[in-house]
C-alpha cells in the first residue's frame, strides 16, 4: 500500500460528514438558490457528488484493474445526477452520498491494493492515459474542489448583503473554475 | 427582527461542526501545509477564524449599538491569532473556535435586535460607514471565504499527485482572491 492511501481515504471518509454538519436542514436560501443561469445550486452539487459515487469512481478504478488501457473509462453522464436527485430533497442526497461512500470505501479496502497497483494504467475519454494512483488522488481533490465550488455558491447568496465587505472577502472574487471531471 | 438574521445565525452555528467532521485528527499533509511562501495552512485559517470570534465580531457590532459611527472599529490585528495560537494543536483550535462561536450566538440573541437596529451605522477603519445587517452578513460570508479556502489549500496538496486531472479540477485553477477583513 502507498502511504498515500491512507492521506487519501482519510479525506474521503470525511467528506459526507462535514456536508452533513454545514448542509441539512440550513434555509433554502443557502441550498436551493444558485449563481446564476445555467449554475447549480448546492443541492445539485451534492447530487453530482453522490452519483459519482455510483457511476464513476469505483467504476474506473475497477475498470483500470480488470482491463487496464485496453478499454477506456465510459465518460461521465452529465444528465445522470439531474435523473436520479429529480424529486429528492437535500437531506435525502446528503443521506445517499454518505451512504455510497461509506460503501465505496468499504469495497476498497477489500481490493487490498498493492505498491505495484498503483502504477497502473486505464485510459480516460478526454485526457488518454491515467494511472490508478492518479484517480485515487482526484476522487479526493474532487471533493475539496465542489466544497470550494458550494462556499462559492453560499457566499454569493450574501453578496449584496455584506455591502462594502464585498471587495475584502476573496470567495466573492472567485469566478468560478468549472470544468468535467 | 429581519428575516435575514435567522438566515445568517442558522449558518453561522453550522461552520464550527463542520469544519470539526472535515478536519479533526486528520493527516498533517492536509492541515499543516500551506500553499508555498507566506500562505495559510488549514490550521492557520481555523486559529484566524478562532481570533476573529475573540476580537473582532462582536466587538465590533457592540461598537455600533454603543458609539455608531462616531467611534471607528479598531483594526484588526493580524498577528494576534497567530500568538493566540501558538503551540495549540489543530484540535484545540477547532474546540475554541466552536467554544466562541457558541458563546457570541448566544449572546446576539441576548441582544434582541429590532427591525431598526439593522440599519444602524458604524465606521469601519477602511471602509467607512457600515450598517450593522453589513456587518452579520459578512460574518457568515467571511465563513464561506475560509471555507473556500482551507478547501483550495487542501486540494494544493494533491496538485501533483492528480496526474493529468488537475486541469479538469476547478479548485486548482484558483489562484485565491485573499484580502483584509
Request: with cysteine; glycine share 6%; proline share 6%.
Amino acid at each position: 500500500m502507498e502511504p498515500q492511501l491512507d492521506t487519501t481515504i482519510a479525506l474521503l471518509a470525511r467528506t459526507p460528514g462535514a456536508l452533513n454538519a454545514l448542509l441539512r436542514d440550513l434555509p433554502e436560501t443557502w441550498t436551493l438558490r444558485n449563481e446564476g443561469e445555467n449554475t447549480w445550486t448546492v443541492r445539485d452539487v451534492v447530487a453530482h457528488l453522490a452519483q459519482l459515487e455510483r457511476s464513476d469512481w469505483m467504476p474506473r478504478l475497477r475498470r483500470i484493474l480488470e482491463s487496464g488501457e485496453t478499454r477506456p473509462f465510459d465518460p461521465i453522464d452529465r444528465k445522470a445526477s439531474v435523473r436520479h436527485a429529480q424529486g429528492k430533497r437535500l437531506e435525502e442526497l446528503l443521506d445517499e452520498f454518505a451512504r455510497l461512500r461509506g460503501e465505496n470505501l468499504e469495497q476498497l479496502r477489500t481490493f487490498q491494493l498493492q505498491p505495484a497497483d498503483f502504477a497502473r494504467r486505464g485510459r480516460h475519454p478526454a485526457l488518454g492515459a491515467v494511472t490508478l494512483s492518479d484517480l485515487l488522488a482526484t476522487w479526493a481533490a474532487h471533493d475539496m474542489t465542489h466544497l470550494h465550488q458550494i462556499a462559492r455558491i453560499m457566499a454569493h447568496q450574501y453578496r449584496d448583503a455584506v455591502g462594502p465587505w464585498n471587495k475584502f472577502l476573496g470567495v466573492l472574487q472567485c469566478s468560478g473554475h468549472s470544468a468535467p471531471a
